[in-house]
T-cell receptor, first 113, second 113 residues
Framework: NAGVTQTPKFRVLKTGQSMTLLCAQDMNHEYMYWYRQDPGMGLRLIHYSVGEGTTAKGEVPDGYNVSRLKKQNFLLGLESAAPSQTSVYFC????????????FGQGTRLTVV | KQEVTQIPAALSVPEGENLVLNCSFTDSAIYNLQWFRQDPGKGLTSLLLIQSSQREQTSGRLNASLDKSSGRSTLYIAASQPGDSATYLCASLLSNSGYALNFGKGTSLLVTP
């Protein structure tokens, strides 16, 4: 079972460059999320989606955009990367909001220089 | 904003010991509370999910309890093994916070042979 797959696993960007992180889940889950994990800060929600074609802002959305054109995919975009976006990014999915657990991908380690 | 605190931040125990990890939260209006395990450089794996109406959940050597009134959850690990070494995170889902899981910063557990 693949579960939640993130691409790429590692990336180094120069300040101002753009990139897209891809998250794919094969569990037919409705809800998908993007978190970032920083030392001393814990995990914080960037954006989320409650179904195909929907997106919404989380706790720290500035500098990021997302799209969910297909139910199984959730894309996170950085239009102009900044050093403050150096972090580990995790995608997660869940079947329902309240009654089922969240499944996480393996993470993308992004460094912006 | 929900504050989730995990104590201790780090713990080292000899193999075979029973241990308790603590999680406290400031807002008791939660839908559920989840415990996750994170291995170095890896994603999060869901261990146990406790709904707000439940008092505890068990899976193998793991038992998680929830006391909403006091804002506390504990994860009990019986007969610890070196393979249990990881960071353990708790996260709550507030009933009025939209869709964000509020994470603690984790307890780093080392089980020595």
């Amino acid at each position: 079972n693949a579960g939640v797959t993130q691409t790429p696993k590692f990336r180094v960007l120069k300040t101002g460059q753009s990139m897209t992180l891809l998250c794919a889940q094969d569990m037919n889950h409705e809800y998908m999320y993007w978190y970032r994990q920083d030392p001393g800060m814990g995990l914080r929600l960037i954006h989320y989606s409650v179904g195909e074609g929907t997106t919404a802002k989380g706790e720290v959305p500035d500098g990021y955009n997302v799209s969910r054109l297909k139910k199984q995919n959730f894309l996170l975009g950085l239009e102009s990367a900044a050093p403050s976006q150096t972090s580990v990014y995790f995608c997660a999915s869940s079947q329902t909001l309240m009654r089922t657990e969240a499944f996480f991908g393996q993470g993308t380690r992004l460094t912006v220089v | 904003k929900q504050e989730v605190t995990q104590i201790p931040a780090a713990l080292s125990v000899p193999e075979g010991e029973n241990l308790v990890l603590n999680c406290s939260f400031t807002d008791s209006a939660i839908y559920n509370l989840q415990w996750f395990r994170q291995d170095p450089g890896k994603g999060l794996t869901s261990l146990l999910l406790i709904q707000s109406s439940q008092r505890e959940q068990t899976s193998g050597r793991l038992n998680a309890s929830l006391d909403k009134s006091s804002g506390r959850s504990t994860l009990y690990i019986a007969a610890s093994q070196p393979g249990d070494s990881a960071t353990y995170l708790c996260a709550s889902l507030l009933s009025n916070s939209g869709y964000a899981l509020n994470f603690g910063k984790g307890t780093s557990l080392l089980v020595t042979p």
